[in-house]
């Protein structure tokens, strides 16, 4: 059984991310690891902001059992990361908007404004080549960035962000933080 203040915590930020277009309707995953073997996560069919306990699965990190089934798309990627990087307490995944439009036709998230530059300096932006086979090997390609990055953050060029933390309140300040630049750079190109 999941605990009810774990549940509510992240469905509160289920609907928060959801609002801010960080999620989709049925697109993103949200997790935490509760001790060295296991991790809760949505569900395949959750709907984020309408998020309660039935919209979550607990996952061992090491064993597949029948629950891997109803579990997010995202949720190998989620254990590869929780498996390999100790400090990951949290970790979200989605495709905002501005963000993942921005990687249309960047290589690289140069910040201009105060928080971006001040928390990012600036971001590469990750090519994942070939689309058809890159849910075959994005799980160790995630995990392999994420602990070379300083950020704790991937921007995948079409596909969206993962972010990880310990703090899950510093993983929405980054995803906040990372969207709301990309929103002003897009608005500041409009003037060019």
Request: proline share 1%; hydrophobic share 40%.
């Amino acid at each position: 059984m999941i605990e009810k203040d774990t549940v509510k915590l992240l469905s509160d930020l289920s609907l928060s991310m959801f609002s801010k277009n960080f999620f989709g309707i049925y697109h993103g995953a949200i997790s935490t690891k509760f001790d060295q073997y296991n991790f809760i996560i949505n569900t395949s069919d959750a709907i984020f902001d309408k998020m309660d306990e039935k919209s979550f699965c607990s996952l061992n990190i090491n064993k597949q059992d029948y629950r891997w089934n109803i579990a997010s798309m995202e949720s190998h990627i989620h254990a590869t990361i929780y498996a390999n990087i100790h400090e990951a307490k949290y970790i979200a995944f989605g495709m905002p908007i501005y963000t993942t439009a921005y990687t249309l036709e960047h290589d690289k998230i140069i910040f201009e404004d105060f928080f971006g530059k001040t928390i990012f300096g600036e971001i590469d932006i990750y090519n994942p080549g070939d689309f058809s086979t890159w849910y075959k090997r994005n799980a160790l390609e995630i995990t392999k960035y994420l602990k070379e990055s300083n950020h704790n953050i991937m921007v995948i060029k079409g596909i969206g962000t993962y972010v990880y933390d310990r703090d899950v309140h510093e993983l929405v300040k980054k995803i906040a933080i990372l969207e709301n630049s990309c929103r002003l750079l897009s608005i500041k190109s409009s003037f060019q």
